[in-house]
């Protein structure tokens, strides 16, 4: 896939954001997960959803100070997103579905709108579950092309970059294969190794890892490091 610094869309994206309405959304199955769960750690997708099944309360990861200053700037530039553009289904075997959300659908390109508390760098350099969102839309929507656009928080003044993404038409079929995988490992109730299925970063708050009282396996040493995309 190819990942191109853009630096023309950021005006585009932001006069779109203050006149955007939602779309009407009518279900064509039955989601048994959603896009976002399955680009992050499936050990703690499935345990969630094994606790809402039997009942039990959600384990929730343990914030400090900046982790909720972090989620409360991301609420807050939500709030320019916050009608939904699209909502989309994949379909998977036997009729179920995995669904998402399409935050901005400009010219039926498919774009995502993500905030890091990161600093920018000059290099291209996004988040690997940012790429593997954006391939899920592409693959809902039928197309190749994506746009990312992330607010990057850190330092002393936020920086909105913005990125045209092009996946290659074998590189979506793949992650078609991939994204069904993970939404029937998640939904399975023999557990899951997490070597393989979680990214390093992930421990450091998730309430199953033994530095925070959990059962985990799991650790920074033994998790993914690159995503599913190389870009290029």
């Known amino acids: 896939m190819r990942l191109q ?4 869309i950021s005006e585009e ?8 309405e939602g779309e009407a959304y ?4 039955t989601s048994i997960a959603q896009v976002k769960e399955l680009t992050l750690c499936l050990v703690k ?12 309360q959600v384990t929730r990861e343990p914030l400090d100070v900046v982790a909720k200053t972090k989620i409360l700037l991301g609420v807050a530039f939500s709030q320019l997103v916050n009608s939904v553009e699209k909502r989309v289904e994949i379909p998977l075997r036997g009729g179920e579905v995995v669904s998402g959300k399409i935050d901005y659908l400009p010219d039926g390109i498919p774009a995502e709108i993500k905030v890091t508390w990161a600093k920018p760098k000059e290099a291209v350099d996004v988040d690997p579950q940012y790429l593997e969102q954006l391939a899920s839309y592409a693959v809902a929507e039928g197309v190749s092309d994506g746009r990312l656009y992330v607010l990057y928080a850190g330092g002393w003044q936020p920086t909105l970059r913005c990125y045209a993404a092009t996946f290659a038409h074998d590189d979506l079929l793949s992650w078609r294969v991939e994204l ?3 939404a029937y490992v998640i939904n399975s109730v023999a557990p899951i190794s997490p070597i393989g299925n979680h990214y390093g ?4 708050r998730c309430p199953h890892s033994p530095g925070n009282g959990g059962d985990c396996t799991g650790t920074r040493e033994n998790g993914k490091t690159v995503g599913f ?4």
């Open 5 to 8: 610094r853009q630096a023309d």
């Open 13 to 20: 994206l932001l006069d779109h954001l203050l006149k955007r």
């Open 26 to 29: 009518v279900s064509r199955g």
């Open 45 to 56: 997708a499935q345990r969630a959803k094994l606790a809402k099944a039997n009942g039990e």
């Open 180 to 182: 069904e995988r993970r």
């Open 201 to 204: 970063w992930e421990c450091g």
């Open 229 to 232: 995309f190389t870009p290029r």
